[in-house]
Each structure stands twice: as C-alpha cells, then as structure tokens.
T-cell receptor, first 113, second 113 residues
Framework: DAGVIQSPRHEVTEMGQEVTLRCKPI?????LFWYRQTMMRGLELLIY????????DSGMPEDRFSAKMPNASFSTLKIQPSEPRDSAVYFC???????????FGSGTRLTVV | QQQVKQSPQSLIVQKGGISIINCAYE??????FPWYQQFPGKGPALLIA?????SEKKEGRFTISFNKSAKQFSLHIMDSQPGDSATYFC????????????FGKGTKLSVIP
C-alpha cells in the first residue's frame, strides 16, 4: 500500500488566493482526518470524516476553510481567501475503525506571502 | 477536558542512555494512548500504543508505562541511538464511536554520540 498520499508537498501562494490541498487515504480506511501543525499550536485537528461524512468540523478556524470528501478515496481542504497566518504544515491521516492509531501523509507545507 | 500535557519540550540524551517523555491527561474517558514519532519533513508515524487494561507495553527498545490512577503515561527509549532523534508526540482518544486523537505538544529528542 502506498500509504496516505497528499499533494502538493509544498505550496507558496499570495495572500487572498485560493488554495486547495488534496489527500488520498489508504484504501479501506473509513476515517479521514485533516490536521494543521505549527510550532506555536502543535497538531490541531481541523475536521474529520467517517465513511465520507463530515463528523466534527469544530476545529476549522474560520469560514475561509472548507473540506470535502466526495468519495472514499479522495478529500480536499480548501482555503479561500488565504492569509499569511494560514502558513503551516497540513496533514491528512486515515484510520480504520477499531484499528486504533492513524496513518499520516507526508503533509503539505503551505506558505502564504 | 480534552487536553494532553507533554513534557519535557526538548530532551538531550547521550547515546546508550534512557530517554523518558511524560504525558498527563484529564479526561477519564480516554482509553487509547498512542505515541507517534516524527522526523523532519515527514508525517507523524505510530510508534507504540497502549490501552488502560495494562500498565506496561514493550516493543523492542520502546516501552510505554501507564498509571491509570495518576492519569499519566510515559515513553521510555532504552539504549537511545542517534537515529532516534526526532519529535515524539503522545496522544489520547476515547471510543464510543469517536476516534479523534488529542495530541500533546511534542518533545524534540536529540541523541548525541
């Protein structure tokens, strides 16, 4: 299995632009999580899905952030418009019910200038 | 309380020594306690995990000690090696249909020759 695949690995964009981060979870996993990592705040859960349905989006910082999971093999996290304080590493992770633990992707390093 | 408190923030250990990282939690509903290891530029990777029905779990040089009454758990790395230099995160979650992990802030371990 190729693991959790995220794209792009790096994204540099100008303030005000739309940014879309992509994730392909491990096949068969029924949970998908989006985390943001910064030095100041550590790993923060933004949103998670179970069987493609959003379960808890209370961690999404603002309405500028949105996430979708149109099918079991693909999810997106969109920021529109982006701001410099959104600069962070964004991780996608997937998990299988009762398995415990997540498998993380390699992350997308987002820089908003 | 969903918080997981991790200490120390950073740790320097000599090669061959024992590295000890501690975590404490408040939520008594937590029933799954994993540790993750993260190398620079990579996503966190599951290292070892424990459930509260045991007080200790060992996998190779890595041991989790769990104290349910004190609501504390710790990671011990025996015979620490330079290749163990990474950031370590403790985490916790509860069952009942939610697999949302709450992470500690991380410990940066440096093992010096």
């Amino acid at each position: 299995d190729a693991g959790v695949i995220q794209s792009p690995r790096h994204e540099v964009t100008e303030m005000g632009q739309e940014v879309t981060l992509r994730c392909k979870p491990i096949s068969g996993h029924d949970y998908l999580f989006w985390y943001r990592q910064t030095m100041m705040r550590g790993l923060e859960l933004l949103i998670y899905f179970n069987n493609n349905v959003p379960i808890d989006d209370s961690g999404m910082p603002e309405d500028r952030f949105s996430a979708k999971m149109p099918n079991a093999s693909f999810s997106t996290l969109k920021i529109q418009p982006s701001e410099p304080r959104d600069s962070a590493v964004y991780f996608c992770a997937s998990s299988l019910t009762d398995l415990g633990g997540y498998t993380f992707g390699s992350g997308t390093r987002l820089t908003v200038v | 309380q969903q918080q997981v408190k991790q200490s120390p923030q950073s740790l320097i250990v000599q090669k061959g020594g024992i590295s000890i990282i501690n975590c404490a939690y408040e939520n008594t509903a937590f029933d799954y306690f994993p540790w993750y290891q993260q190398f620079p530029g990579k996503g966190p990777a599951l290292l070892i995990a424990i459930r509260p029905d045991v007080s200790e779990k060992k996998e190779g040089r890595f041991t989790i000690s769990f104290n349910k009454s004190a609501k504390q758990f710790s990671l011990h790395i025996m015979d620490s090696q330079p290749g163990d230099s990474a950031t370590y995160f403790c985490a916790a979650s509860s069952g009942a249909g939610s697999y949302q992990l709450t992470f500690g802030k991380g410990t940066k371990l440096s093992v010096i020759p």
